[in-house]
C-alpha cells in the first residue's frame, strides 16, 4: 500500500503524519507489552476500557468519529527506506504483512476498533489519522517519554510501568550505572501489586494522575529500602557482563525476591503487630477495575514517619544477618516484643514532628525498647 505523508521535524526529532484504513492500522502495528516484551512499557487493553469504545462506534455506525491521532513509533532504518520523494511530494510505501510499527498512543481504540469489525465488517475501512515518531534503533526511549506525557497530563492512564520501563530503556542506552534505585522502584511496584498485602496500591507512582490510590510516593518508599538493595547486591552482586538484557533480568528477578521478602516482614509482621493501624478497604477504579487497599491516612505507619522507621530497621538486621529465615524470626521476636501500640502511630500523636532522619533513628530505637513511649 503506498500512501501519501507529510514529515515534520520538533527539535530534532522526526515525524510522519499520514491517514491509514482501520483495517491496515491493526495489521501493521503492536503494543510492547510490559513483561512480555524487553522494550515493553504499556498494560495489556482494559476489557472495559475497550468495549466502551467498540459499543460507541456500533452505537453511531453512521456518524461516529475518531479524531484524534494514533501514535506509533518505528525505527528509521525500517522506514526511510520506503519514503519515496518526487515532484507530487512525499509517499510511504507499507508492507500490509509486516508489522514494523509500534503503538505508543491509541492502544484501545484500535482494540475497539478491532472488536467493532468483528461485527461489522465495513468498520475496516474506517480512515483514521496516523502520527509516526521515527525512532533511532537504540534511542526508542522518546516513544515512552511521549506516551507518559500524553498519559500522565491529559488522561486518567495509569502510568506506572512507563515508569517502570524507563529505567530499562536508561540499561539499554548506557544511561544508568547503579543498579540499586533501579531495584528499589521495581520492588516497590511489585509490593504495589501484591493484592492481599498491605502494600497493595498504597505506593503512588506518578503524582500528576487523577487517580487516588496511595499514600507515599514511589522515590521515598525506594528510597526507605534501598540500604536493604544494597546488603541483596553485596550477597548477590550484578552480573559482569555487556548484555543489557541480563542486566534487565538480573534486576527483575532481585525486584521479586525483594518484593516477596519485605511482603513477609511487613503484611505478616507488621501488620499483625500493630493491625488497628491499617485499614482494609475494597474499591473500583473507574475502569471497574477491583482495588484492595489496606492503608490508613489516619496514621503514620505506612507514611513517611513510619517507612523510613521500619525499613530502617529492617535494613539493620539484614545488614547483619542476611535474608535467611532467622533474619524474618529476629525481627519478628523484636517486633512482637515491641512495646510500642497502634494508636502510637495515629497522626497527631507522639511521633508528630519526627519527620527526618534523627526522628526516623528515635522511633527506630523505640520500636524494640523495652520501655516504649515515656510519657
Not at 258 to 267: A, E, H, T, V
Not at 304 to 324: L, P, Q, R, V, W
Request: aromatic content about 10%.
Amino acid at each position: 500500500m503506498n500512501v501519501k505523508v507529510l514529515t515534520y521535524i520538533q527539535n530534532n526529532q522526526k515525524f510522519i503524519t499520514t491517514v491509514l484504513p482501520a483495517e491496515i492500522l491493526i495489521k501493521i502495528s503492536k503494543v510492547l507489552t510490559y513483561n512480555q516484551d524487553p522494550e515493553g512499557y504499556q498494560r495489556e487493553a482494559n476489557k472495559v476500557h475497550y468495549n466502551k469504545i467498540k459499543n460507541y462506534i456500533l452505537d453511531n455506525a453512521k456518524d461516529f468519529i475518531l479524531p484524534t491521532s494514533i501514535i506509533l513509533g518505528v525505527d528509521k532504518k525500517d522506514i526511510e527506506k520506503n519514503l519515496i520523494e518526487d515532484e507530487k511530494g512525499i509517499s510511504l510505501n507499507i508492507d500490509e504483512n509486516a508489522c514494523i510499527f509500534r503503538i505508543v498512543d491509541g492502544q484501545h481504540r484500535i482494540e475497539g476498533i478491532k472488536k467493532a469489525i468483528e461485527k461489522q465488517d465495513e468498520v475496516k475501512d474506517f480512515s483514521l489519522p496516523v502520527t509516526i515518531v521515527i525512532s533511532n534503533e537504540n534511542r526508542r526511549s522518546i516513544e515512552l517519554e511521549i506516551f507518559r506525557d500524553i498519559n500522565s497530563k491529559s488522561k486518567r492512564i495509569n502510568t506506572d510501568l512507563a515508569q517502570l520501563a524507563k529505567h530499562n530503556y536508561e540499561i539499554l542506552e548506557e544511561k544508568i550505572s547503579n543498579l540499586n534505585n533501579h531495584i528499589s522502584i521495581k520492588t516497590a511496584h511489585k509490593l504495589k501489586e501484591k493484592k492481599e498485602g498491605v502494600w497493595s496500591n498504597a505506593i503512588k507512582f506518578n503524582i500528576q494522575t487523577d487517580f487516588n490510590f496511595g499514600i507515599i510516593g514511589v522515590t521515598m518508599f525506594s528510597e526507605s529500602i534501598s540500604k536493604i538493595v544494597e546488603s541483596y547486591l553485596k550477597e548477590n552482586p550484578a552480573p559482569n557482563t555487556t548484555d543489557k538484557k541480563k542486566i534487565i533480568d538480573f534486576c527483575d528477578k532481585a525486584s521479586v525476591f525483594l518484593g516477596d521478602f519485605l511482603d513477609i516482614l511487613w503484611s505478616d509482621i507488621i501488620y499483625k503487630k500493630w493491625n488497628a493501624a491499617f485499614t482494609k478497604e475494597i474499591s473500583q477504579n473507574e475502569f471497574g477495575e477491583v482495588i484492595n487497599t489496606f492503608y490508613s491516612s489516619k496514621y503514620y505507619i505506612q507514611k513517611g514517619i513510619g517507612t523510613n522507621s521500619i525499613n530502617s530497621f529492617f535494613a539493620e538486621t539484614i545488614a547483619s544477618k542476611g535474608f535467611k529465615e532467622n533474619s524474618i524470626s529476629e525481627i519478628r521476636k523484636k517486633i512482637n516484643s515491641s512495646q510500642l501500640k497502634s494508636e502510637d502511630w495515629i497522626n497527631g500523636g507522639p511521633f508528630s514532628g519526627y519527620n527526618s532522619g534523627s526522628g526516623f533513628n528515635k522511633i527506630k530505637k523505640l520500636l524494640i525498647s523495652s520501655e516504649g513511649i515515656q510519657s
